[in-house]
């Protein structure tokens, strides 16, 4: 048992609630339930899939002054739909 999420007090969690993975949203285990939950730089997947909506709360994004330059940068993802999938 995690004892923050016993705890009266509102969690808030930086970048992204102990035990969530940050690339899938899954949990392997015991998970802190956040209040609030504030991200940097860039969104992680696991923020917006799996469990993440039942830990995260309310989500915060700030990406520290480094917007205009992320534009600029060449993306290593890229998102998929169903369509673009081999059948």
Do not use: C
């Not at 909506?53 to 309310?58: A, E, G």
């Amino acid at each position: 048992m995690i004892a923050a999420n016993q705890h009266p007090a509102p969690v808030f969690a930086l970048d992204i609630p102990s035990g969530l993975d940050a690339d899938t949203g899954a949990t392997s285990g015991e998970v802190i339930r956040a209040a609030h939950t504030s991200t940097f730089i860039a969104l992680k997947p696991g923020l917006l899939t799996g469990k993440a909506r039942s830990v995260i709360n309310r989500l915060h994004y700030d990406d520290l002054g480094l917007g205009e330059w992320l534009k600029r940068e060449t993306l290593l993802l890229a998102r998929l739909s169903a369509a673009q999938l081999p059948r």
